[in-house]
């Protein structure tokens, strides 16, 4: 798995994370799509959320990181709703 997909796997995975991600991707598919597709948007918004360093999401995410690995895929209208979703109920 590469950096991009295990930081959108863990910000996800996450409600504060979520919310946090469609209030800076203003609501749209655009710019959720722009926050999901940024590593160092992930990154802040994992560690604004949960109270710790950027350093520390790094830890979280270096063990299933694989330089070989594909690139991340596009969001999906999965991601979209999913976001949308846990802001909205979780």
């Not at 070989?68 to 895929?73: F, G, I, K, R, Y």
């Not at 976001?83 to 909205?88: G, I, S, T, Y």
């Amino acid at each position: 798995m590469n950096e991009l997909s295990a930081l959108r796997r863990l910000a996800l995975s996450s409600a504060k994370c979520c919310a946090r991600i469609h209030r800076r991707g203003g609501g749209t598919d655009a710019g959720i799509a722009q926050v999901l597709s940024s590593c160092d948007a992930l990154t802040a918004i994992i560690a604004a959320a949960h109270r710790i360093s950027a350093a520390q999401v790094k830890g979280l995410t270096d063990p299933v990181v694989s330089n070989d690995a594909p690139p991340a895929p596009q969001p999906t209208s999965a991601d979209f709703e999913h976001v949308r979703f846990m802001n909205d109920y979780a």
